[in-house]
């Protein structure tokens, strides 16, 4: 058949039939999967469908236990990530893999190093890093310090590190996750460049709409298997999470009007500086009261990220004063916080929200372990209580694990994020402060989180939910508070609000003249 | 990492568990075996028998009731101090400065063993013990409160504060409490009262099963209490220890403080069991073996005794090596070299036997000194 024949002439990768286990799970069931030369093709999937464990096999971190893979129509054996890099293949991971302490050029060259004798040609790196950037239109200086840019920056680097190595096979697991709205644009316009170039992309994200916006062909994962295919132009956003959940979900939050309370949630003259000594947060006065949701907006970095900090105990303040139901909290208390009521669903699950280490049990007591039932008196610990409660847990919030028992750190991503919010929702609480709850979620479990975000203020909860997604800012809170060089510049009700106006007012348009 | 969590549907079968167990044994073996091999080869070059010096090496070691003896006497003091590096290696701490903490310990040990009269034996001997560990014990206090109040790196800090201990345990035991009976001009303090002396229980000296039961408790202390969790949050994760309400500075200083307790302990049991004194250049290395057998333990309470007791049995049946096959006593220390080297390159090792990590590199544990 033609047809056939004309197909296999386009393929940059085919996965045949390849299958990976786990202790307890198959991660990969007998998946088959073809990427076509200079397309970008999405992997869609619930958390922990198997999309990152497929990506990792094709890139050789993992070993298959079954299956094959044909490169330019070949069979190839990739035993390990440099194999994949000599085929072309480049990888963007989930959770980046760069040093912070090195910089842009001392990244990229990190397992490729350009030597002249024995020691590191990094004036010639630099240069090669720049003519790559500028052909790409991917801006970077070469010499900055990885660990002080900006996550879209960084995401930049990983890219650039992928093409530095000549990649024509690129994957991008989940990139957009932490990317603001403008960064993920400024994503796709490279992406769509890369394929004019040739270069074939793999695209893993969450975000329908970034699907239907950027991707040529969709492949859909559940539990380990494809479930099917489609394209952008045969489906829209209600068909793709029907096709990967397996039944209706809601896309839009459903709920009723707000019937606030007494301040549970007081800030007064709030003054945070950061630590190069610079106000970062210039007087800022708020409240929230019970059976509310207060939604922050604004662009990354605009002094949010502290804000929360102090607002969560996990940094001091130079000056105000923060109540909570009434009392003054100090600073840098966390333990104090969340004994008087204080859920804190962190922005950094890998920093503060999990021991990656630890099983999923030790994680969902991180910050009550020393509690009864979890502990005696004695401050011995009674491990069939907490194993119990995260057996509880684990069912009631769907995280998809082969136990309790396994580390967190071999969860997906998605499911990492669902222990923690099992872990912060699950006690009594008077003010919850969710950061980014979300992110990294399939539609299915985001719609699940919502549900509980509004059960929460309908029980009496004062909520703070920051979020990159303005969309889910406009949807979950009652009302918005939006951000700007350190000050909130004004709070809205989220009935009036629209998008547009909201855009206007975080890039720095004053309120008062509209 | 907990063994008795899996009472959850999903119980692991035995091979499983079988495998696991591999997963951690596998590198300390290879590591041992690797460095046996190697000791041999320089054996063999420098004209010796090598399966003779081995032979020699293990029946000098385990050869009989005696030599088990001695292989546990010279193990007891190593488990101690591969307990206090193992210890604070679980807060993410590098203590080097063991040696030094032991130090003080069998000094202290010894002055509560010669000064304190009129105890009765087993009370003498406790708090004689006690002395020393707390001795221990204050001395790391110094390098926990600078690394939580300043961030000093507790590498460099012990390092240095070992050589304050060489120096200052010298000058007391050459000046102050120097031992003058009978005209003695060596540097040593007097011999300890009977009364403090760790006895033996036929050829078993009572000070290792003291070692098994600070094995047992700090066990229990680190997997069992919320001050464990606190101290394995600390050492996983300090931003999620910050976050869950754990102090962090006070958990590094007791982490230390804890840690040299064990040391100290650990250079008592040697000066009440063994040496029956402070003498300088007795306990010299044992602290920095107890940084190759908290390695080659996997920092793990339990794996500390059977990597003590195999660096006690290289040194009980030195001796007899020597004696026997004619082969110079050093070999050892480099057969432990190897070891050590071996078990910190533990990826040439994996490389070697080919445990090819099937389950690729999901969770990744902090390594020494991670910030
Ligand atoms: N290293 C590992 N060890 C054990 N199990 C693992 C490991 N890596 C992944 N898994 C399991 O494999 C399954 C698939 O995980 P994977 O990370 O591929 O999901 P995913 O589709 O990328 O999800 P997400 O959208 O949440 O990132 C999960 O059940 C996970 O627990
Ligand atoms: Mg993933």
């Known amino acids: 058949m033609t047809e056939k024949i004309q197909k296999e002439e386009n393929l940059a990768l085919e996965v045949r039939h390849v299958t990976k286990r786990f202790p307890g799970v198959i991660a990969n069931d007998d998946v088959s999967f073809s990427l076509k030369k200079g397309e970008i093709h999405a992997l869609l999937g619930e958390n922990g469908a198997g999309k990152s464990t497929l990506m990792n096999v094709v890139y050789g971190l993992y070993a298959q236990d079954e299956g094959e893979f044909l490169i330019d129509n070949k069979v190839v054996e990739i035993n390990g990530p440099s194999d994949a890099i000599n085929y072309g293949i480049g990888m963007v991971h989930q959770h980046f893999m760069l040093v912070p302490v090195f910089t842009v050029a001392e990244n990229m060259i990190l397992g490729s190093e350009v030597t002249k004798g024995t020691s590191l040609d990094l004036r010639r790196a630099k240069k090669e890093i720049l003519e790559i950037s500028e052909a790409y239109g991917l801006k970077v200086d070469p010499d900055a310090l990885v660990e002080n840019l900006p996550v879209g920056v960084q995401q930049r680097v990983e890219i650039l590190k992928a093409l530095y190595r000549n990649a024509n096979i690129l994957v991008l697991d989940e990139p957009t996750a932490v990317l603001t709205p403008q960064e993920a644009e400024d994503l796709f316009d490279v992406m769509r460049e890369l ?186 610990r009674n491990d069939q209580a907490v194993l119990s409660n995260a057996i509880e847990l684990i069912k009631r919030f769907d995280v998809r694990s082969p136990g309790a028992h396994v580390a967190a750190g071999t969860l997906s991503g998605g499911n990492q994020q669902k222990v923690i919010v099992a872990r912060e929702f699950s006690r009594p609480l008077k003010v919850l402060i969710a950061n980014q709850p979300t992110r990294g979620l399939d539609v299915g479990s985001i719609e699940y989180i919502h549900k509980e975000i509004i059960k929460m203020r309908d029980d009496g909860v004062g909520v703070i939910v920051i979020s990159a997604e303005l969309d889910e800012i406009l949807s979950l809170s009652d009302r918005i508070a939006i951000m700007f060089r350190g000050e909130i510049v004004t709070i809205i009700d989220a009935e009036s609000a629209t998008r547009e106006q909201l855009g206007l007012w975080m890039a720095g348009a004053n309120p008062e003249m509209a | ?280 250049g007795f306990n010299v290395g044992l602290g920095f073996d107890g940084i190759t057998i908290a390695l080659l333990g996997k920092t793990s309470p339990f794996g500390i005794i059977p990597a003590a007791i195999l660096i006690g049995a290289m040194k009980a049946g030195a001796s007899t090596m020597q004696f026997e096959a004619g082969v110079a006593k050093e070999i050892t220390d480099v057969i432990q070299a190897l070891i050590l080297f071996f078990v910190t390159a533990d990826m040439i090792v994996r490389k070697l036997i080919r445990s090819k990590t099937e389950n690729g590199t999901g969770v990744t544990l902090s390594g020494w000194g991670q910030e």
């Open chain 1, 195 to 380: 394929t004019q170039k040739g270069v074939s992309i793999i695209f893993i994200t969450h975000k329908l709409k970034e699907i239907l916006n950027v991707a040529d062909r969709v492949t859909v994962m559940r539990r380990g298997k494809v479930v099917g295919h489609t394209k952008p132009s045969e489906t829209d956003a209600q068909g793709l999470a029907t096709m990967m959940v397996g039944r209706d979900v809601l896309l839009q939050v459903e709920k009723t009007p707000a019937k606030p309370k007494e301040v549970v949630l007081e800030v007064n003259h709030l003054k945070i500086n950061d630590e190069r000594d610079i106000e970062v947060v210039k007087n800022v006065s708020f409240n929230v009261r019970a059976g509310e949701i207060l939604g922050i907006a604004g662009i990354q970095g605009n002094g949010q990220t502290e804000l929360i900090e102090a607002l969560t105990g996990l940094r001091d303040a130079k000056s105000g004063e923060i109540h909570l139901s009434g009392e003054i909290i100090p600073f840098e208390k966390p333990r104090y916080l969340v004994e008087h009521g204080m859920g804190h669903v962190p922005e950094d699950r890998h920093k503060h929200g999990l021991v990656l280490a630890y099983n999923l049990a030790d994680n969902t007591v991180l910050n009550t372990y020393y509690q009864k039932p979890f502990a005696s008196k004695m401050m011995v």
């Open chain 2, 1 to 280: 990492m907990d063994d008795q969590q899996n009472s959850d549907k999903n119980n692991t079968s035995a091979k499983d568990r079988l495998s696991a167990l591999w997963q951690v044994v596998s590198v300390p073996v290879a590591a041992v075996l690797l460095a046996l091999l190697i000791g041999a080869v320089i054996l063999a070059v420098s004209g010796a028998n090598p399966i003779e010096a081995y032979a020699a090496l293990l029946e000098g070691s385990f050869g009989s009731m005696a030599a088990f003896g001695r292989t546990l006497s010279k193990a007891t003091p190593l488990i101690f101090s591969g307990l206090a590096v193992a210890f604070a290696f679980k807060a993410g701490l590098f203590n080097i400065g063991a040696q030094g903490q032991l130090l003080f310990g069998a000094l202290a040990s010894a002055v509560a063993g010669f000064a304190i009269t009129g105890l009765p034996p087993f009370l003498h001997t406790t708090l004689s013990l006690l002395i020393g560990a707390t001795a221990g014990a204050l001395f790391a206090y110094i390098p926990g409160a600078l690394k939580a109040y300043t961030g000093a790196h507790e590498v460099i800090t012990t390092i240095m504060l070992n050589y304050v201990a060489i120096n200052i345990t010298d000058y007391i035991t050459d000046g102050p409490l120097k031992d003058t009976a009978n005209g003695n001009i060596v540097a040593r303090t007097p011999e300890i009262l009977d009364s403090a002396k760790i006895p033996y229980l036929g050829e078993i000296p009572a000070g290792f099963l003291l070692a098994i039961l600070a094995v047992v408790v700090v066990w229990w202390i680190l997997q069992r209490t919320t001050l464990g969790y606190e101290i394995r949050t600390v050492g996983l994760s300090p931003h999620a220890a910050k976050y869950a309400g754990m102090r962090v500075p006070f958990t590094i200083i007791l982490t230390m403080v804890i840690s040299g307790f064990l040391a100290g302990m650990g250079g008592a049991v040697e000066t009440l069991g063994i040496v029956g004194r402070y003498q300088p």
